[in-house]
């Protein structure tokens, strides 16, 4: 218990500047209370306590602002940066070393009609080792993001995510790939730093590229055209798989 008090705090300031003590992160850290909370609480689930692991989550959330269901499964140094608006569905998976910034869902997409064929389903993604997830990031269904992805601030992700890709937008585009040497390193809000692509230029010069290689080719057929002007041209012939004219 203690080693895992340990590693969670040691995790918090390995990835956030502004912790500056232990003590720090136990008396002011709400992502450090909701994921403490949710040991408790994960704990009295498995042991089918289910009503009094309902109310100890509860009770997080109405003191971190961070609702995690207690069926979440979550590894080691998970981290809840700011952490208020964040909601984790009961069937979520998460790895090691995963952050989640402020206002992140983790939710499913099958409607509520039809609960009773929900229930003890995968409804919920799962977050592989080194998963970023940038605050307002919505990502939906059964989906798994891959270790070390990131997914950029606002994205919506309702599909599967590579490991080491970066996605960002709605729904959610791959911007870049992770480099293997870079694939530690830790991106604040899931975006990697320095300057990145934009998939809305990329296409846009993917476009200009073919405007110029057509305006290219009507300019070599002009040329042909203009060599020919002298040459009279017969409109009575019949032109190549045309119907011969009707005679009356």
């Known amino acids: ?19 500056r003590s232990p003590l720090e992160v136990v008396l002011c850290y709400p992502g450090f209370h909701a994921i403490m909370a949710h040991r408790v609480a994960h704990w009295l689930w498995r042991r089918g306590w289910r009503i009094l692991a309902r109310a100890v989550s509860q009770a997080s959330r109405f003191v971190t602002g961070i609702e995690i269901h207690p069926a979440v499964i979550i590894g080691k140094r998970f981290f809840v940066d700011h952490g208020m608006g964040v909601v984790i569905g009961e069937t979520a998976e998460i790895g090691d070393d995963v952050t989640l910034y402020h206002d992140v869902t983790l939710g499913g997409v099958a409607p509520s009609v039809d609960s ?75 975006i990697p730093l320095g300057d990145l692509p934009d998939p809305v230029a990329r296409a846009l010069d993917g476009l200009m590229d073919q405007v110029t290689t057509l305006k290219a080719r009507i300019d070599d057929l002009e040329r042909q055209y203009s060599d020919f002007q002298g040459v009279p041209i017969d409109y009575a012939a019949p032109k190549r798989g045309a119907p011969p004219p009707n005679e009356e």
């Not at 895992?4 to 705090?9: G, L, N, P, S």
């Open 1 to 19: 218990m203690f080693k895992t008090i340990r590693d969670q705090i040691k995790g918090i300031m390995l990835r956030d500047p502004a912790a």
């Open 116 to 190: 009773d064929s929900q229930r003890n389903q995968k409804r919920h993604p799962t977050l592989e080792d080194g998963v970023i997830v940038g605050s307002g990031a919505q990502i939906l269904g059964p989906i798994t993001v891959g270790k070390n992805a990131r997914v950029g601030a606002n994205a919506v992700a309702t599909k599967d995510i590579p490991s080491g890709v970066t996605v960002v937008g709605i729904p959610a585009r791959a911007l870049v790939r992770t480099a293997q040497q870079d694939a530690d390193k830790f991106a604040p809000y899931g």
